[in-house]
C-alpha cells in the first residue's frame, strides 16, 4: 500500500479566490513525504538539521484537476521510486471523497552538504525507498485482481 497521509485544508493554504494556492500543493506533497519519513523511523531533525547528506528538489511538477477547497479533507498518496545511484523521485496522488484533485512529482538528488557535490544515497533512504515502493507495488497487485 503507498504511504498515505490525511490533511484538511486550512484557510492559510487558500487564496482569494478560496481555493488551494498553487505552491501550497507542493508544501501538502513535502508534510506526506516528512511523514513518511518518520514512518519509517527517520529522525526528522537529524535529517533536517545540519546533515551531512542533503536531498534537495530538482525538479517538481503538479498537475491540477480539480479545485481545492478550505475544509476540504485531503488523502495524499505517496509512491518514491529509486532512479538510480544518486537520486529519488516521489509521485503524490491528492484526492477528496475518492476523486482524484491533483498529482505532482518531485525529484530529488543525494548530494554532500558541504562540498554540494553529488554522491550515492545513503542506506537509510535505500531502505525508506524499498519500503514503500515494495508497499505500493503490493497494493497496485491487490487492486489489479480485485478488479478481474
Known sequence: MPFIYN???HFQDTD???VVY???VLAICHEAYEESLEASNINLKDFFTNPSIAYPIVHANVDFLRPMFGGDKLIISLIPQKLGVDKFEITYEITI???VVAK???RHIC???ISRSKQELSNEIIRWLETNHRDAEEAERRKSREIM
Open 104 to 106: 505532482a512529482i518531485t
Open 7 to 9: 490533511r484538511t485544508v
Open 22 to 24: 498553487f505552491a501550497n
Open 97 to 99: 471523497a475518492d476523486v
Open 16 to 18: 482569494a479566490a478560496g
Open 111 to 113: 548530494i554532500d552538504a
